[in-house]
Each structure stands twice: as structure tokens, then as C-alpha cells.
Nanobody, 124 residues
Framework: QVELVESGGGSVQAGDSLRLSCAAS????????MGWFRRAPGKERELVAA????????YYAEFVKGRFTISRDNAKNAVYLQMNSLKPEDTALYYC?????????????????WGQGTQVTVSS
């Protein structure tokens, strides 16, 4: 099992960029699929992006394609979410999550380990 701690959230203007980081504990980090989820006020939690254990395969929700990039550094036990061209509708609590069910790589229901979340607020 890993423990996850997010950082990098904040309040920005529309069009700005932010980079979220997630630090993971544990010696088997590269065996975990890592993802970023978000929950906006009054909305369901949704998968934003995910990356395979090797970092070679990534998934993006349609609403962030071309704006967000997920990456990981297995040597540092870290995963990142670079968010560009932020919009007010990106305002949410962003969570880092993990799972190691490789046969269900980007199934949002498979993620079973969660961080506490980091708030992103985008004003117009």
C-alpha cells in the first residue's frame, strides 16, 4: 500500500497554469497506476488523468485534453499534473489516487488509495 500527499494547489486567474504534485510512500511505487481526480462543489468526483506504472501510457478526460499533462518520476515516487490554460470550471478539490490492478488500468472504480486533496480555484 502507498500513502499519498498532494501539493501545488492554489488560486489563479483563468488562463494561468498550475502544477500539482503527489508524493507517494512505499518501495513499489512503479507497480501502481496513478491518477488525478477532482470533485467540484455539488458534482460527482471525476477522473481527470491517469498514467501507467511505467509512465508510458496515459489517459485524459475529454475536458482536459490538450491542456493538462500527467507525468511520473518513479525514482522520486512522485506523480505530477501540469495544468495549463485553466478555466473557472476547473475549480475543484484535486485528489491523487492509486491502484495496482493492471487489468483495469484506467477504470476509475479501481482506484483504492487516496490522498487528502489540494484545492484549485480559478477565477475569471
Amino acid at each position: 500500500q502507498v500513502e499519498l500527499v498532494e501539493s501545488g494547489g492554489g488560486s489563479v486567474q483563468a488562463g494561468d497554469s498550475l502544477r500539482l504534485s503527489c508524493a507517494a510512500s512505499g518501495r513499489t511505487f512503479s507497480s501502481y497506476v496513478m491518477g488525478w481526480f477532482r470533485r467540484a462543489p455539488g458534482k460527482e468526483r471525476e477522473l481527470v488523468a491517469a498514467v501507467s506504472g511505467s509512465g508510458t501510457i496515459a489517459y485524459y478526460a475529454e475536458f482536459v485534453k490538450g491542456r493538462f499533462t500527467i507525468s511520473r518520476d518513479n525514482a522520486k515516487n512522485a506523480v505530477y499534473l501540469q495544468m495549463n490554460s485553466l478555466k473557472p470550471e476547473d475549480t475543484a478539490l484535486y485528489y491523487c489516487a492509486a491502484h495496482n490492478e493492471i487489468r483495469r488500468l484506467f477504470d476509475s472504480r479501481t482506484f483504492d488509495t487516496w490522498g487528502q486533496g489540494t484545492q484549485v480555484t480559478v477565477s475569471s
